[in-house]
């Protein structure tokens, strides 16, 4: 039983343009969420984080959006850029623990 | 923030056989985290290694098919033992962030391919 959900396994998006990455969760008691970067052959690389007390949180292009009522969360690239092209994971922590759970991902195509 | 070297970064391996797989840390960390992320599935974490105790594993891995080794706090061994070709997956560790950081930093994955 998924406890993060990434639905869209792909996007792909015109260089320049907005890439909108969305993730649900189920436990309205997570309280932390995270993204991650991966490119092929290399680890997962963090990317930017939202406490729940937040609903916004923005580092350079990157702004995650927290909607707890919806239990929903999203990560904006503005503008993308070819280099952006990567699989993207949403996480959080399970149950208060240091244990991270993932989405099963969403593939980003930037094209140029 | 922590550096961690993961070796081998792929290998083909025959069926019954065990691969030995090793992180090693640029500084000392009390928890190693291991996880596998199988073909088109999200990363699962395996278990979780604390220098001088056992891992603990998570429910539907067991010490006997993939065991840990953590003998300082810089190092980990994750054994992936009798292979099968469901084994096939990208095996990580991974280490926390820093003081007071939320998140982790993973080392650069084994691509295991069991034949």
């Known amino acids: 039983d998924q406890q993060v959900k990434q639905n869209s396994p792909s996007l792909s998006v015109q260089e320049g343009r907005i890439s909108i990455l969305n993730c649900d969760y189920t436990n309205s008691m997570f309280d932390y969420f995270l993204w991650y970067k991966k490119y092929p052959a290399e680890g997962p690389t963090f990317l930017i984080s939202i406490s729940s007390i937040k609903d916004k949180n923005e580092d350079g292009r990157f702004t995650v959006f927290l909607n707890k009522s919806a239990k929903h969360l999203s990560l904006h690239i503005v503008p993308s850029q070819p280099g952006d092209s990567a699989v993207y994971f949403c996480?959080?922590?399970?149950?208060?623990?240091?244990?991270?759970?993932f989405g099963k991902g969403t593939k980003l195509t930037v094209n140029p | 923030s922590a550096v961690i070297s993961q070796k081998p970064s792929r290998d083909i391996c025959q069926r019954g056989t065990s691969l030995t797989i090793q992180c090693q840390v640029d500084s000392q960390v009390t928890m190693m985290f291991w996880y596998r992320q199988q073909p088109g599935q999200s990363l699962t974490l395996i278990a979780t290694a604390n220098q001088g105790s056992e891992a603990t594993y998570e429910s539907g891995f067991v010490i006997d098919k993939f065991p840990i080794s953590r003998p300082n706090l810089t190092f980990s061994t994750l054994t992936v033992s009798n292979m099968s070709p469901e084994d096939s997956s990208i095996y990580l560790c991974?280490?926390?962030?820093?003081?007071?950081?939320?998140?982790?930093?993973f080392g650069s994955g084994t691509r295991l391919t069991v034949v």
């Open positions: 991974s280490v926390r962030r820093g003081q007071g950081n939320y998140g982790y930093t």
């Open positions: 996480a959080t922590f399970q149950g208060g623990s240091e244990k991270l759970v």
